[in-house]
Structure formats: C-alpha cells, structure tokens
C-alpha cells in the first residue's frame, strides 16, 4: 500500500511568484517568507515523495460564479498553468496521477461527498506556486492529484465537513494499491481580507492558535461557523480551510499524532498573514 509520509502548508499569494521571477528571495521585503522553506527542502529531499495531493482554492480559472462546485478533484494525465498573470511567466504541465485520482474519487463518492470530477482542469497560482517553492530547482519531481475546494462563493462547507474530506482522502491514499510515498499540500491563507471596509484584517493570534492546533488538536477548528471563521479570519482568510483538509489527511493516516518538522509565520506579504509549515506523520 502507499504510504503518507506527512502534510505541507503555504501561502500562494500571487506575489510570490513574481519575487521568484525577479530573483527577490533575498529582498528584505521578502526574506523573511522565503528564509522558511530551506528546511522543508531539507525534509523533502530526504523523504522523496513520489506523489503530492493538492489541497487548494481556484481563483475563476475553472470555476466561476455562475458554476462553484463545493469539492472538485482532478483526473487529467496533465495540468497546463494558466494563471492571471502576476506570478511566473511560464511553467511547463505538471504530470498527474491518474491511479490515485480515481481511486480518491472513488472513495470519495462512497463516503457518500458529492464531488465533481474534472479529466480536464487548468490550474492557477494556488496549486503552481506551493510546487515551486518546495521545489525550486528544475522540473517538478512529483506527479500531483489537485483537490479543489471552494472558498469564494458562499455557502461554503464548514471546517468540519472540511475535515472529514480529507479524512476521506487519507483513508483512500493509505488504501491506493501503490509503493509510492505521498505528501498532502495545503495551499491558501492565512489571516486576510482584499477587500470591502476590513481590507487589509489580520488577526495573528488566532493564526498562531490554529497553527498550534494542527499539530496538537486538529478537530479544535471545527468548532467554528464559516460565519465565524471569516469574523476572525477574513474574507479570504477562510483559505485556511486546506489546511483543515490536509490535517485531516493526516488524521486519517496516523491518528492525532504528527511530528512538527518546521513552521514559520510572517506578515504582512501584500496585506496577508503568510505561513508555512510541514507535518510528518507519526
């Protein structure tokens, strides 16, 4: 069987991509972002996944308002960058896995989540620029399972009904008849708003209180509304909502236990609480 190694988080701010496009990682402006993924690097480059399940929110790239699935999951041999222009220019198909794909959907639908399934799927900055910054150097080493999850258009689902999802999706990497090793990815947040009279919201403490509880009590945000997470979090801030999926993966694969490989939090990077963080199953 598969094997999941652990779980990843990061910001995807578009931004970023334009920083690793001009060669600003050292910029003091964003250093500090940038100077938490060496570590992680590390981690990766000693665990070698095979295969990475994508946790993430699409901008109107696929989805738009007139149709907003509530959870999408791709099932394409490839995935084309196609992203709005602020990020990097150009990227080459990322390869997908199309035997976990199915595998996860099919699980999915048995554990009765009305899903859709896309065999074709355009993806924008928040499931390009986390491959980038894990892995800098060359092409992607890792065949990639994106998992779409919608936090633009109300109602959206709640952290618990979140969580469940990627417990669902754990349960179906531990069960893929497979010899690779799998990480899960958690692409969005943190704390933040773009627009409307709380532009610019951020609310450190209760980022750093969900971070922690990651780690130590993952179901802690399920006591939460969507209501209340974007009274606390933002507008945008409900991104954090991946990171519960990721959580759950993990969940799935090794109970509530997991090693805190690394983490860091920065703010503000254009108007966000930026966080990164990678999880190792116990």
Not at 10 to 37: E, N, V
Not at 52 to 68: A, E, R
Not at 245 to 273: D, E
């Amino acid at each position: 069987m598969a094997k999941l190694i652990g779980g990843l988080g990061t910001s995807h701010i578009p931004a970023i991509g334009g920083a690793i496009h001009k060669g600003l990682q050292q910029d003091p402006y964003w250093k500090p972002f940038f100077d938490g993924f060496p570590p992680i690097r590390d981690w990766l480059g000693e665990k070698k996944p095979d295969v990475v399940v994508m946790f993430y929110n699409d901008h109107g790239l696929n989805f738009f308002l007139d149709k907003m699935p509530t959870f999408a999951v791709g099932a394409a041999p490839e995935y084309n960058n196609a992203d709005e222009g602020w990020g990097i220019p150009t990227l080459p198909p990322f390869k997908g896995e199309l035997d976990l794909s199915w595998h996860i959907i099919n699980t999915l639908v048995e554990k009765e989540f009305d899903i859709v399934t896309c065999q074709e799927m355009l993806v924008d900055h928040a499931c390009t620029l986390p491959l980038k910054l894990f892995w800098p150097e060359g092409d992607c080493p890792v065949t990639v399972v994106p998992v779409c999850i919608n936090t633009v258009q109300f109602p959206l689902p709640k952290p618990g009904r979140v969580y469940a999802l990627g417990k669902a999706v754990g349960e179906a990497i531990k069960s893929w008849d497979s010899s690779k090793t799998v990480a899960v990815i958690a692409s969005g947040g943190l704390s933040h708003q773009l627009d409307g009279e709380r532009a610019g919201f951020i609310n450190k403490e209760f980022d750093l209180q969900f971070l922690d509880s990651l780690e130590s009590n993952p179901e802690w945000i399920t006591q939460f509304s969507v209501h209340e997470l974007v009274e606390k979090t933002g507008t945008q801030g409900v991104e954090l909502l991946m990171w519960v999926a990721m959580r759950g993966a993990l969940a799935a694969a090794g109970g509530s236990k997991v090693r805190r490989v690394t983490g860091n939090y920065h703010i503000p990077i254009s108007n966000t609480a930026t966080a990164v963080l990678a999880l190792e199953t116990a």
